[in-house]
Antibody
Framework: DVQLVESGGVVVQPGGSLRLSCEAS????????MSWVRQAPGKGLEWVAAISPSDGTIHYTPGVEGRFTISRDNSKNTLYLEMENLRVDDTALYFC???????????????WGPGTLVTVSS | EVLLTQSPATLTLSPGDTATLSCRASRPISEMLAWYQQRPGQSPRLLIY???NRAAGIPARFTGGGSGTDFTLTISSLEPEDFGIYYC??????????FGGGTRVEVK
């Protein structure tokens, strides 16, 4: 069974930095593009960033470009999100999400982790 | 950026009723629209992709349709586990991928 488990969410002050991790199991991690999607408390879903399986192609939503960095270590089956210069409005539950098809950016997310909560507050 | 507007914001229905959810895109998105269900305290679950294709394990009571800018999700004969929030999502014009604001289906 596919499993995605996020970690690294904490309370951080505005302007601070954080790294989130997502450990994957139950599928060929190196074959799938992966995304981060976030959900502010009581709000809807917002796609944040995506990374290709192996060639390093990356896409971001405009609001985080230059502050967030998505990366992956296929040898560790782990996806990362480095977040810098955090703002109060970055407060959210951060999900990692797996593509449904191998190799391609399809943005069709067939598996999600339970999420990790990032709170940006002074 | 493609904006997705979902309506209504809330549907109040009884088990056994039929729910019809709407998603309107700010410009044509072909058929590249998906629907997700999020039950309270859970992660989203893919229901429908490319407008009308049910994801693996999704019951036949979930039906997607539409084209261009107007899309619908119909849930026939609501079961207790169907109550939650439903989001549409487009992948026609990216980045960014965008989601609608959600429709809450609640018990009458």
């Amino acid at each position: 069974d596919v499993q995605l488990v996020e970690s690294g969410g904490v309370v951080v002050q505005p302007g601070g930095s954080l790294r989130l991790s997502c450990e994957a199991s139950g599928f060929n991690f190196h074959s799938y593009a992966m995304s981060w999607v976030r959900q502010a408390p009581g709000k809807g879903l917002e796609w944040v960033a995506a990374i290709s399986p192996s060639d390093g192609t990356i896409h971001y939503t405009p609001g985080v470009e230059g502050r967030f960095t998505i990366s992956r270590d296929n040898s560790k089956n782990t996806l990362y999100l480095e977040m810098e210069n955090l703002r109060v409005d970055d407060t959210a539950l951060y999900f990692c999400a797996k593509e449904s098809l191998q190799w391609l950016f399809q943005f069709r997310f067939d598996s999600w982790g339970p999420g990790t909560l990032v709170t940006v507050s002074s | 950026e493609v904006l997705l507007t979902q309506s209504p914001a809330t549907l109040t229905l009884s088990p056994g009723d039929t729910a019809t959810l709407s998603c309107r895109a700010s410009r044509p998105i072909s058929e590249m629209l998906a629907w997700y269900q999020q039950r309270p305290g859970q992660s989203p679950r893919l229901l429908i992709y490319d407008t009308s294709n049910r994801a693996a394990g999704i019951p036949a009571r979930f039906t997607g349709g539409g084209s261009g800018t107007d899309f619908t999700l119909t849930i026939s004969s609501l079961e207790p586990e169907d109550f939650g929030i439903y989001y549409c999502q487009q992948r026609s014009n990216w980045p960014p991928v965008t989601f609608g604001g959600g429709t809450r289906v609640e018990v009458k």
